[in-house]
């Protein structure tokens, strides 16, 4: 029977194969729910994490929880709505750790930006500086100038670096705005396999809830 015991002997394993930073990100919010009809259900803290989860990690989670039950199971990833209602638990309560806040970095990083891709260290000329102004302007002034902002010009010119940085000033000013970048063609396997899955509310939910939505090489779409 798989009880959290296993979960927390899933997070050892993944804690001794990722480096700190990558478990104490994704790993570590994560919570057992519940293991019912060969399904293995865990919370998450949000509809960001599921992607991740499911494109990095869930291969390892299947091995160690179909180990653990002696058969195949199935990875069900749920959002916490964090409801404030704890489960009845008579046993002593283990201490609990005071996270501290997420880094720059790893607000960058949820969010699929670059670190180095910012305003500062942009090279303004003549034949940008209209289209950095507008970044710089749709940064400022979120949703209320130029949206939706198309950037377009040729290879390697600096477009996909004005596009994160306008989500890296973003989260610099509001670390809580939910941004996020993502090539057209990720977006476009997103909606196909929420087709193929039957779960286009999810994907409606997952990219309304954003502040801040750039994809690449939109073109191709």
Not at 141 to 151: D, E, S, T
Request: glycine letters at 6%; a neutral charge.
């Amino acid at each position: 029977m798989i009880t959290k015991g296993v979960w927390e002997t899933c997070q050892n394993e993944l804690r001794r194969k990722l480096n700190p930073h990558n478990y104490d990100s994704w790993i570590d919010p994560i919570s057992f729910e519940s293991f019912e009809n060969d399904i293995v259900t865990l919370s998450v803290p949000s509809v960001f994490f599921i992607d991740w989860i499911e494109e990095h990690y869930k291969a390892q989670i299947l091995d160690i929880f179909s180990g653990a039950a002696g058969k195949p199971v199935t990875l069900k990833l749920s959002v916490s709505h964090g409801n404030g209602q704890a489960p009845e638990n008579h046993a002593p309560q283990p201490k609990v750790e005071v996270r501290s806040e997420p880094s720059f970095s790893d607000l960058l990083e949820r969010s699929c930006l670059n670190e180095k891709h910012t305003f500062k260290n942009f090279v303004v000329g003549k034949s940008n500086e209209f289209c950095h102004a507008s970044c710089q302007a749709v940064a400022g002034n979120l949703g209320r100038v130029y949206n939706p902002l198309f950037i377009y010009g040729g290879v390697g010119l600096g477009k996909t670096h004005l596009l994160q940085a306008i989500g890296a000033e973003v989260l610099r000013k509001d670390p809580k705005a939910n941004v996020l970048y993502m090539t057209s063609e990720k977006f476009v396997n997103s909606m196909i396999n929420s087709l193929q899955q039957g779960s286009m509310p999810n994907f409606r939910r997952k990219y309304r809830s954003l502040d801040v939505l750039m994809v690449d090489d939109i073109q191709f779409i």
